[in-house]
């Protein structure tokens, strides 16, 4: 199929760039004592809210092509959804449909896994315990234990990181009281079923973007080798944790190993042994893939790595191949937004830093690694520190900021789109003060930028991918509830056009105008007619 944009019939664009920004994982709430976002000293947004081209947008459900209206959004499909600019079926609905349809139980690599438990070996289940439905969901490992049941499979080990980030933070009691009471029925028939390690996922096994190696190594080490602080269960390791930080909350958990009263790992991974990571978000399953999965290994000292056969739910990185073996395959979005802007030679850049740089480059580009066209794209990678965010919570934006000026001001540049990860990262931490620096320190580059491209005769456009910061804790009374997760409010949208003259105006008459509309809004912006299976823009002309 040719990629061709057609020119708008009315609209030509302006002289200078257009500029996407995401301000990660900031949201719109009415104001409230949580509210970051509200209670931060932000003048350039407020100033944006109020502007006649200012909307709200959806990020979470079915406008995003997730399974339900209440699955909050994320930023992996956030950015998906900016770059395709239509609905494609997402993370858990595609693992739902899977297993629905039986497909899932009747791919090669999950019979394979089968007959390895078998024929002598262990069958061991690794990823986040929760049904934050962001990275993982519980009921898909339910669905798997069931089916092992069933295939007969006798010995099963499950290495269970804690989650608290996209579920409240101190839940982890809740999920494991499920898994036991499954586990326990499975005994009772006869069977060896039982939680072998685990840990926060802050702490152990899902880093992303190569940013902390040593948090592989710690995951790799716990539910590989058996090396963690050993426990006698699951249990009376988060309730240990607990009364030793009452403070504390899953995601920062340290790892634990799960051992036998002679004090004996009761779950290492050994020769022979099969291995599902059940994760279906790549970002923070990637690293750990490559250390479960890869013969030549040099990223940290793995000791003597067992023979392995290990596989995922779903693919990682189509272009890479991460992992090799995948149970359901990954939607490959074709006809992205960046494509056609290649295919029209438009000169284009993305930058952010570390956190949330494969968000808009390989989420953007439709779950694609590298370069569309290198002649005419332009990455640029911040490199993240590795403290923690509420520790810095300006992170890299400043230097996001002087990386997006540089570009802007190159010749024959016309479209970037970059990402502040502040609000996100910052906001997860749950710590409310810093959360606030954050969101000041976006508004403050924010302001820069607008000021930049209004001086090249672009447009701006500013919004968001979820929300995060408008909801760090919550009060009821006198209780504080802290709020770590990602949250089902709606974004902003703002158009920022020094040279409008009210050739367009905001539409009214899209029943839930989300991310998927953006990509539209974008061509039309830029002087395009968008591609006619793209979901409607959000401005219509006069």
């Not at 040719?2 to 664009?13: D, Q, R, S």
């Not at 947008?57 to 930023?75: F, I």
């Not at 694609?368 to 640029?380: F, K, M, N, T």
């Not at 570009?407 to 502040?422: H, K, S, V, Y």
Request: include cysteine.
């Amino acid at each position: 199929m040719t990629l061709k944009l057609k020119p708008h019939a009315t609209f030509k664009g302006r002289k200078g760039p257009l500029l996407l920004i995401v301000m990660d994982g900031v949201g719109l709430k009415e104001d409230h004592p949580g509210n970051a976002v509200t209670r931060a000293n932000t003048p350039v947004l407020d100033q944006l809210l109020k502007s006649e081209l200012s909307m709200s947008l959806t990020t979470h459900g079915t406008a995003v092509g997730l399974a339900s209206d209440g699955d909050m959004g994320n930023s992996e499909v956030g950015h998906n959804a900016l770059g395709a600019g239509r609905i494609i079926a997402q993370g858990s609905s595609l693992i739902d449909k899977a297993i629905s349809s039986g497909a899932i139980f009747a791919s090669e690599h999950w019979k394979a896994s089968i007959q390895r438990a078998l024929t002598g070996g262990t069958l061991h289940f690794l990823g986040l315990l929760s049904d934050g439905n962001v990275h993982a969901n519980i009921g898909h490992l339910y669905a798997f234990l069931q089916e092992a049941y069933d295939a007969g499979v006798k010995r099963v080990r499950l290495h269970v990181l804690l989650d608290g980030r996209d579920v409240a933070p101190r839940s982890a009691l809740t999920y494991l009281g499920q898994l036991e009471a499954k586990l326990a029925y499975y005994n009772a028939q006869g069977r060896d079923y039982c939680i072998a390690s685990g840990g926060g996922r802050q702490v152990i096994t899902m880093d992303r973007y190569d940013a902390n190696p040593a948090m592989v190594k710690q995951g790799y080490d716990c539910h590989v080798h058996g090396i963690g602080e050993k426990t006698g269960s699951a249990r009376a390791a988060v309730n240990a944790y607990y009364s030793q930080f009452p403070e504390g909350t899953d995601q920062d958990m340290p790892a634990f190993v799960v051992s036998d009263e002679q004090g004996q790992a009761v779950g290492p991974m050994r020769d022979g042994d099969a291995v599902i990571l059940y994760n279906y978000r790549g970002d923070r399953a990637m690293e750990i893939s490559r250390a479960l999965e890869l013969e030549h290994f040099d990223e940290f000292d793995r000791g003597t790595p067992p023979e392995l056969y290990f596989c995922s739910i779903i693919e990682y990185d189509g272009d890479l191949h991460i992992p090799k073996r995948y149970l359901v395959s990954p939607p490959l979005i074709e006809r992205t937004m960046v494509e056609y802007m290649c295919a029209e030679e438009i000169r284009t850049f993305a930058i952010s830093e570390t956190q949330k740089f494969g968000h808009v480059t390989y989420f953007w580009n439709g779950n694609r690694s590298g370069y569309i066209c290198e002649a005419l794209e332009r990455y640029d990678e911040i490199k993240s520190d590795i403290v923690p965010f509420n520790q810095k919570p300006e992170m890299k934006a400043r230097e996001i900021c002087d990386a997006t000026i540089a570009r802007l001001r190159e010749p024959g540049m016309r479209f970037g789109r970059i990402n502040f990860a502040n609000g996100d990262m910052v906001g997860h931490t749950g710590d409310f003060e810093a959360t606030k620096k954050a969101m000041q320190v976006v508004d403050a580059c924010v302001g820069e930028l607008i000021e930049e491209v209004e001086n090249l005769d672009g447009i701006v456009l500013v919004t968001a991918d979820h929300g995060n910061a408008e909801e760090v804790f919550l009060q009821n009374g006198e209780l504080k509830v802290m709020k770590t997760s990602h949250t089902l409010n709606p974004v902003p949208f703002t158009i920022v056009d020094p040279g409008y003259q009210n050739e367009y105006h905001i539409r009214e008459d899209i029943p839930c105008p989300g991310l998927v509309n953006v990509a539209a809004t974008v061509f039309n912006l830029m002087g395009f007619e968008a591609p006619l299976d793209y979901e409607a823009s959000l401005i219509r002309f006069v």
